[in-house]
């Protein structure tokens, strides 16, 4: 986060070097100073910079994807007669988790495949999801720690 | 602007344009067609929000061709818009969910299992 700020100011420096004040000239300097900050951060201890531009972005085009097919799952259900589902509402455990990844997740999990997050039990270590194809309760959850597990490594590092 | 690149951009247009359409019609549709409530929000969050953004993009293909100012001018608010639908329409779901299950908004009888009704009698 730290670093981020140092590259939107970096970004803004470009601007007034170059004296180029629009969204060209803040998209050149920010991605310069992506650069820039990528390769020193490597010699800085803990954090790599380089490595989370890519991640966001993998974890975007990861996230794109199974939202189309989240909607794709949710057209075929509506589309063709009769009713497939087999829903049931599952509890899934969150423990160890800030209150700014809880929304993410939540709000991830509501735009992907079949599930929809309903409550936050009271004491905050339960989410309760709504799952439209949970025939096997397992297999559901197996699928929302693919995404936690995902979120957590890739976004909040 | 060159002939072609118009037509390709015109292709993408008309392309993301369909693609929104057809998610906001399945989330329409199965507002009408889904048996209980908590079905209904899946349609309502999910299908809308891929449509929505279907359709933003449209606008930002279609109307890139404007004079530059104009075209910057979508294309920023555009990606805001769409940005701020992926925080606010889960959240909205999210609410319209508890609400109902507080409320004890009847279920399809196809549910297999509700371990946020054990819980909530658990608890109280």
Redesign the interface.
Known sequence: MRLFLFNVLLAVLWMFMWGIFD?YGLAAGFVLGYLLLGVVSRTMPGESYGRKGWNLLSFSAYFLRI??K??LQ??K???TPG?Q???????YPIDGLSDFQL?SL??????TP?T????V??DGR?L?V?C?Y??D?EDAVKELDELRDRMVKELFT | MHDTTQMILDLLTVAALLFGL??MT?GA??LA???DF??R???G???V??GLTGLLVAAMFGLSTHQEATA?NVI?KATLVILFQ??A???G??LL??AA?LDRCP??E????????E?TAA?S
Do not use: C
């Not at chain 1, 939540?106 to 735009?111: D, V």
């Not at chain 1, 929809?116 to 409550?119: I, K, V």
């Open positions: 969204i939202l189309i989240a909607n949710v057209a259900e509506i589309i009713y589902m087999s829903p049931r509402f599952i509890r929304t939540a709000n991830a999990i509501t735009l079949g929809l997050s309903a409550d039990s009271e339960f309760y709504h439209m949970a025939q309760r | 057809f998610f399945v549709v199965g067609r889904l048996p908590y079905h929000v899946h349609a969050s999910k299908g929000t891929l910057l920023t992926f925080v329409n889960p959240v779901a999210h969910a508890k299950h279920m399809w196809g549910t297999l299992s509700d371990e946020l009704e819980d608890s």
